[in-house]
T-cell receptor, first 117, second 114 residues
C-alpha cells in the first residue's frame, strides 16, 4: 500500500519570499511517479510538476521545483518568489509504474498556503 | 478552455432523485477517472476507466454508477444518494501507460444532497 503524508495543514508566506511544502511517501514499488497539484478555491486541480523515481535531477517548472530525496522518501515542493495568486491548497500525489490499471493517483491531505502582501 | 470539462458545476438533489454527472476530455487521452473530495479528507479514487473498460472500483456504493461510452466521455449516474455523499466530484484523464503521465482534472461538480 502507498501512503502520502503532508504534515503542514497550513502555511503562510510573504509575497516574493520562497516557501517549501513538505511531502513524504511510503511505497514498496521500485518505480513510481510523484506529482504536485494546486487547487484554488474554484476547485480545479492544476498540475504543477512531476518527478520520476529514477530521475537523476530534481524537477523544475518555472517558479516550482521539487526537492527529491529518495533515500528519505521525501518530495518537497519549493515555490520561489511567491505571488498572491499562489494562495491555494497544494496536494502531493504518487503513482506506481507497475499498475495494469489507469495509474490512479494516491493523494495526500494537502497543505493550505496563504501568501500575504 | 480547459481540456477536461464537467457539467453541471453545481448540483443540489434530494435523496430520491436520479441525476448524472458528465465529463468530457479533449486531450486524446485513453484513461479517465472519478474522484470524490470531501471536506478535510484526501481525494478518494472512485473509478478508473482505461480504454473504455472499468479497471478499478474502489468499493464505491452501488448508488454511484459510472459509464464510459467512449474514450472522451465519462458519466457518473447518481440515485438514492445520502447526505454524506455531498462533496466535490472531480473527473480526470491521462494517457494509459507510464507513471510519468500526469492527470488533467476538470473543474469539478459541487454536489449537495438534501
Amino acid at each position: 500500500a502507498q501512503k502520502i503524508t503532508q504534515t503542514q495543514p497550513g502555511m503562510f508566506v510573504q509575497e516574493k519570499e520562497a516557501v517549501t511544502l513538505d511531502c513524504t511517501y511510503d511505497t514498496s514499488d521500485p518505480s513510481y511517479g510523484l506529482f504536485w497539484y494546486k487547487q484554488p478555491s474554484s476547485g480545479e486541480m492544476i498540475f504543477l510538476i512531476y518527478q520520476g523515481s529514477y530521475d537523476q535531477q530534481n524537477a523544475t517548472e518555472g517558479r516550482y521545483s521539487l526537492n527529491f530525496q529518495k533515500a528519505r522518501k521525501s518530495a518537497n515542493l519549493v515555490i520561489s518568489a511567491s505571488q498572491l495568486g499562489d494562495s491555494a491548497m497544494y496536494f502531493c500525489a504518487m503513482r506506481p509504474s507497475n499498475s495494469n490499471s489507469g495509474y490512479a493517483l494516491n493523494f495526500g491531505k494537502g497543505t493550505s498556503l496563504l501568501v500575504t502582501p | 478552455e480547459t481540456g477536461v470539462t464537467q457539467t453541471p458545476r453545481h448540483l443540489v438533489m434530494g435523496m430520491t432523485n436520479k441525476k448524472s454527472l458528465k465529463c468530457e476530455q479533449h486531450l486524446g487521452h485513453n484513461a479517465m477517472y472519478w474522484y470524490k473530495q470531501s471536506a478535510k479528507k484526501p481525494l478518494e479514487l472512485m473509478f478508473v476507466y482505461s480504454l473504455e473498460e472499468r479497471v478499478e472500483n474502489n468499493s464505491v456504493p452501488s448508488r454511484f454508477s459510472p459509464e464510459c461510452p467512449n474514450s472522451s466521455h465519462l458519466f457518473l449516474h447518481l440515485h438514492t444518494l445520502q447526505p454524506e455523499d455531498s462533496a466535490l466530484y472531480l473527473c480526470a484523464s491521462s494517457h494509459r501507460t507510464g507513471s510519468s503521465y500526469e492527470q488533467y482534472f476538470g473543474p469539478g461538480t459541487r454536489l449537495t444532497v438534501t
